[in-house]
C-alpha cells in the first residue's frame, strides 16, 4: 500500500535510514523539538538502507558526492542542511 511515514532523524553527522524501496524522501520538518523526515513510501516494498547526512551551517561537508534534499531551521535557532549520499568513509 502507498502511504506517507514519518521517520525521526537524529542530529549526526552520518546515519542510516532503513525504508522501503523507491521511497521518496518528501520534507524534513521539526516537530516537537525534533528533526523528522515525511516520505511517500509503498510498504509492502522490500527495506533498502539510505545514507542521509547532516551538517550544521558552516560545518565543513567534504567532497562526497551528496544530494542536497532539505534544509530545517529548528525553533531553537539552529538550522540542519539534509544531505543524501554515500557513506563518508569513501574517499
Given at each position: ?9 537524529e542530529i549526526t ?48 561537508i567534504g567532497d ?6 532539505g534544509t530545517v ?19
Amino acid at each position: 500500500m502507498r502511504a506517507v511515514y514519518k521517520y525521526e532523524l537524529e542530529i549526526t553527522g552520518e546515519q542510516v535510514l532503513r525504508i522501503p524501496k523507491g521511497a521518496q524522501l518528501n520534507y524534513f520538518g521539526e516537530q516537537n523539538g525534533k528533526l523528522f523526515v515525511w516520505a511517500d513510501v509503498r510498504d509492502t516494498n522490500d527495506l533498502e538502507d539510505r545514507v542521509i547526512n547532516i551538517f550544521g551551517t558552516g560545518h565543513p561537508i567534504g567532497d562526497h558526492p551528496y544530494e542536497w534534499m532539505g534544509t530545517v531551521q529548528m525553533s531553537n535557532g539552529l538550522v540542519w542542511h539534509i544531505y543524501e549520499g554515500c557513506s563518508g568513509d569513501t574517499e
